[in-house]
């Protein structure tokens, strides 16, 4: 006690106390100005450490010397009759107070005040408003699509290094913002097509198409360019260069300064620059990460996704080795992760899935993410992974705010959760008019049709939602873009053309089985609706995801909340609860109550419950 009494007297507490209110104050402060300036996730982290670091050398400070009318002494140089700590102290409590006060304003204003609008209809309308006032993208007529290029030789690799080159032209590209350049997915759609140039810009909605071809022998290389004007056919630029494989670097940067020259492009250091660190600059890495995308999309294709991402990790993992920086091959990585933490929280494992890839998923998925955003080259991808991490890793303060800055931020990048987090949680008008951008430079991939779809739907544009869905299932057909047609189908009543699209598109048996479960309860056949939950295979009736989406479509509010509570216990479990809201689209699935990890991270956020939804249940009455 007498220990105690002497740090009183010192005023060791009261330091100490109101350093840690003003270190509080002074972080939250920094979290909102470095959210907004755009800093680094480090910046922050950073700061907190050195107000923690700064703790003990204040409150050893306040031990060893005293504020005194000369200026501070030390204590054991003070006399103690001399002293005047008491009126210190005194000081103390007032400042202590004071900060208090600015701590409880900044708090409530940071609660209440300052969270954007979670009304989606004031989103929507605003996101709206945007855009129809948004002027003509000049880039339009400056826009490109780099086709693959043709491998002229027939080595075990050469297609895939003449894809390699291809997409390496094509980011560079990509970082000058006068351009409008059509993204790989739907550029390498046209792929092995002998199909007119003229048809396909126009199907890309480019004004201009760079194609070209590669031969290799040995170690020499020949690369031929040209960069055609599809109006007319006229080529603008064309090029053959004659060199050695290990020159091959400085002959895809040479193919992308002078297209951007051609298309009157000024070129100055800087974007030089970016254009360089665009890609990996590695021939080998290059190569085998054409390889590792290969696998990794037909992955996305199959039931048991887990095996095929393993071997695709492989690949990845070489490409990391060789070129540690390129911030895409880390999303592609985390992938195979986020798959098994939560099918582990939704009560499956797949083939092949050992105790040890449980244990390490969730350290692995977080070392990507940390990875994406450390070398993230430009703020549109920097915010994508951001917000990305940031929700994985369960760190959901101002989670909605992060995704309005994020959604401000028009481009062509595709995150891999920001679709998700904006549809359940009431975001999705903004994520429309996103989506709509990058269409523009992705057309022919069916994920962004099925984005823009289901963000239409859910935003209550159920004409829009079906419109989007019908115009990309005949460019771009897809079991995710098919389901989403059948959803937009069944809210319209058009239950027999519904059925037609879960037969005509949806590849997968077990997504078909489901959607055909939707039509029926929606058209109010219980009796079909029972019937087809019995068909389900036993792996999936054991599937939390399946069992919460049938048990709320069918208004068994018991069971969607026993189940969700199973989902809850895991660690993972907020990730595929969200899962499970984007997939019922039917607004809360379950309660709250049901769910109290879940329930104190929506707590924590700014996120919309329950979410919004355009589509009700007979049965279904919360």
């Not at 100055?268 to 254009?275: G, L, Q, S, Y």
């Not at 989670?399 to 904006?422: D, H, V």
């Amino acid at each position: 006690m007498s220990l105690f009494n002497e740090l009183k007297r010192r005023n060791v507490v009261r330091v100490a106390a109101a350093y840690i209110v003003l270190g509080w104050v002074i972080a939250q402060v920094a979290e909102f100005a470095f959210e907004n300036f755009g800093a680094p996730a480090w910046a922050l982290k950073s700061l907190v450490i050195v107000l923690l670091l700064g703790l003990p050398l204040v409150v050893f400070f306040a031990w060893a010397f005293e504020l005194t009318p000369d200026g501070v002494k030390r204590e054991k140089d003070v006399d103690r009759s001399q002293s005047i700590t008491g009126q210190t102290g005194r000081k103390l409590d007032r400042a202590i107070i004071g900060i208090l006060l600015i701590a409880v304003v900044w708090f409530a204003w940071d609660k209440f005040l300052s969270t954007p609008a979670t009304n989606p209809e004031t989103r929507l309308e605003a996101a709206e408003t945007g855009a129809l006032t948004q002027q003509a993208d000049s880039r339009l007529d400056r826009s490109v699509a780099v086709l693959p290029f043709v491998a002229m030789s027939s080595g075990p690799d050469d297609e895939y290094f003449a894809d390699g080159l291809t997409e390496e032209i094509l980011n560079s590209l990509a970082q000058l913002p006068e351009l409008l350049v059509t993204a790989r997915t739907s550029a390498f759609s046209f792929k092995g097509q002998d199909i007119p140039v003229q048809e396909i810009a126009s199907a890309l909605g480019v004004k201009h198409i760079v194609e070209g071809s590669v031969r290799r022998s040995g170690d020499r290389l020949r690369v031929t360019a040209q960069l055609i004007r599809a109006g007319d056919g006229f080529h603008l630029w064309s090029n053959n260069y004659d060199s050695e494989s290990v020159d091959t670097i400085a002959v895809q940067e040479n193919i992308a300064e002078q297209i951007a020259r051609a298309l009157d492009v000024v070129l100055d250091e800087d974007k030089r620059e970016a254009m360089r660190l665009a890609g990996l600059r590695d021939v080998e890495a290059f190569t085998i990460y054409q390889k590792a995308v290969e696998v990794y999309e037909s992955a996305h294709g199959q039931n048991d996704i887990v095996p095929e991402l393993k071997r695709a990790n492989a690949m990845f993992e070489q490409v990391i080795e060789r070129v540690p920086t390129f911030t895409t091959v880390y999303l592609d990585h985390s992938d195979l992760f986020v798959h098994l933490l939560t099918d582990d929280a939704e009560g499956f494992r797949g083939s092949g899935v050992s105790d040890e890839d449980l244990a390490t998923a969730y350290s692995a998925a977080i070392a990507d993410y940390e990875a994406a955003v450390r070398y993230a080259r430009t703020d549109e991808v920097r915010l994508m992974a951001e917000l990305d991490f940031a929700y994985i890793s369960g760190n959901w303060r101002n989670l909605g705010r992060k995704l309005s800055t994020t959604l401000e931020t028009a481009g062509c990048f595709n995150a891999n959760w920001t679709p998700m987090i904006a549809s359940a949680y009431g975001y999705s008008g903004e994520f429309l008019t996103y989506s709509r951008e990058v269409l523009k430079c992705d057309p022919r991939r069916s994920l962004s049709w099925f984005n823009s779809a289901r963000a239409a739907h859910r935003s209550g544009q159920i004409d829009e939602a079906l419109r989007l869905a019908r115009d990309g299932i005949e460019i771009a057909p897809g079991t995710w873009l098919g389901s989403e047609l059948a959803r937009a189908l069944v809210a319209h009543d058009l239950f027999d053309e519904a059925r037609d699209a879960v037969g005509r598109y949806i590849d997968d048996p077990d997504i078909a089985l489901l959607f055909e479960s939707l039509i029926a309860v929606k058209a109010g056949d219980r009796a079909q609706f029972d019937q087809l939950k019995t068909e389900f295979p036993s792996r999936l009736s054991e599937n939390r995801l399946f069992s919460t989406i049938l048990a709320a479509w069918g208004g068994d509010r018991a069971e969607a909340n026993r189940v969700a509570a199973l989902i809850d216990e895991n660690p993972f479990g907020s990730i595929s609860l969200t899962n499970i809201t984007t997939w019922c689209g039917c607004g809360a699935p379950f309660d709250l109550k049901a769910t109290p990890n879940f329930a104190a991270r929506l707590k924590a956020s700014d996120l919309t419950w329950p979410p919004p939804t355009a589509m009700t249940f007979p049965d279904k009455d919360w």
